[in-house]
């Protein structure tokens, strides 16, 4: 059973940068997307950021001009690189590949804490 595993997860002061990593443990066919999702403490998971398998990309209005989304569906591989990092973007952080037969590889989640 392919396993989708974050990586990159830690603890930041304000304004510090994180870069969180996916990888498939073996390669998923037939990707439409892959992306970034987070989940803070008692709230519900939302999206952060968005892949196709084109290359385009697409951004929560939060994370426009901070986070930069990256990835390689040949590769099974998606990235994000999180900048000027807020205490409210602490949450647990959690990536998805879909595929085009609508199959959901979710991660387990790796946690991003930005406190000073």
């Known amino acids: 059973q392919v396993q989708v595993v974050e990586s990159g997860g830690g603890s930041v002061q304000p304004g510090g940068s994180l870069r969180l990593s996916c990888v498939a443990s073996?390669?998923?066919?037939?990707?439409?997307?892959m992306g970034w999702h987070r989940q803070a403490l008692g709230k519900q998971r939302e999206r952060v950021a968005g892949?196709?398998?084109?290359?385009?990309?697409n951004y929560q209005d939060f994370a426009k001009g901070r986070f930069t989304i990256s990835g390689d569906s040949t590769k099974s591989t998606v990235d994000l690189q999180m900048n000027n990092l807020k205490p409210e973007d602490t949450a647990v952080y959690y990536c998805?590949?879909?595929?085009?037969?609508?199959?959901?590889?979710w991660g387990q989640g790796t946690q991003v804490t930005v406190s000073s």
């Open positions: 073996e390669r998923i066919f037939n990707i439409q997307s």
């Open positions: 998805l590949i879909v595929t085009t037969e609508g199959k959901n590889y």
């Open positions: 892949i196709s398998d084109v290359g385009i990309t």
